[in-house]
């Protein structure tokens, strides 16, 4: 069954502007994961995030967790040509073993 | 020196017939996964290994069996081939048994188009 849901579908924005991409989901989590696919490749892990955690840095990403929404939001600082791709969230739901994925939102970086 | 790497990246086949795709990760990891990703780029998990035991397999038709010779391979074979199995079919690896709580790895894919 399909979790995350990312919001919005497909995002185009300026080279240099800031990325927002939501992720929802609909039962209670032991992680959220965000991942990054460039067009003809495998994902690649962006981000974990536990359900006790409420914001983690890496590098240009910001990703949020509020467990009372049951959503996530990653935020891609001063976006580049090399930030298109698609990205997907990935949740942990309670009492599975296994990642349950959404559809991905599509990031266009215009130059 | 790919982490995961499965062959080949893209097979063209003819309906009813028989493939297999390989998979190999060096990155000394427990489990191992089987994902199919549509058209519309939804990826759903088809199975999971660890240490070479099956520990997910969702509802996938039986035409699809893996294959585990060791923990650093896991092989898919697929019998009958349909046109419904046009897809990309990717190659991960995480560590522990509980697989969930940690990062995939994954390969680039492998590019199934049924003719």
């Known amino acids: 069954s399909q979790q995350g849901e990312e919001d919005p579908q497909a995002l185009s924005i300026q080279e240099g502007e800031n990325a927002t991409m939501n992720c929802s989901y609909k039962?209670?989590?032991?992680?959220l994961q965000w991942y990054r696919q460039n067009s003809g490749r495998g994902l690649v892990h962006l981000i974990l995030?536990?359900?006790n955690e409420r914001e983690k840095h890496s590098g240009r990403l910001r990703v949020t967790l509020d467990t009372s929404k049951k959503s996530s939001s990653l935020l891609i600082t001063a976006s580049r040509a090399a930030d298109t791709a698609s990205y997907f969230c990935?949740?942990?739901?309670?009492?599975?073993?296994?990642?349950?994925w959404g559809a991905g939102t599509k990031l266009i970086i215009k130059p | 020196d790919t982490a995961v790497s499965q062959t080949p990246k893209y097979l063209v086949t003819q309906m009813g017939n028989d493939k297999s795709i390989k998979c190999e990760q060096n990155?000394?990891?427990?489990?191992m996964y089987w994902y199919k990703q549509d058209s519309k780029k939804f990826l759903k998990i088809m199975f999971s290994?660890?240490?070479?035991?099956?520990?997910i397999n969702e509802t996938v038709p039986n035409r699809f069996s893996p294959k585990s010779p060791d923990k650093a391979h896991l092989n898919l074979h697929i019998n009958s081939l349909e046109l419904g199995d046009s897809a990309v079919y990717f190659c991960?690896?995480?560590?522990?048994?509980?697989?969930?709580?940690?990062?995939?790895?994954f390969g680039d894919g492998t590019r199934l188009s049924i003719l």
């Open positions: 995030i536990r359900s």
């Open positions: 991960a690896s995480s560590q522990g048994a509980r697989a969930s709580n940690q990062p995939q790895h």
């Open positions: 990155l000394g990891h427990d489990t």
């Open positions: 039962t209670s989590i032991n992680n």
């Open positions: 290994y660890n240490n070479k035991e099956l520990i």
């Open positions: 990935a949740t942990d739901p309670l009492g599975n073993y296994q990642l349950i």
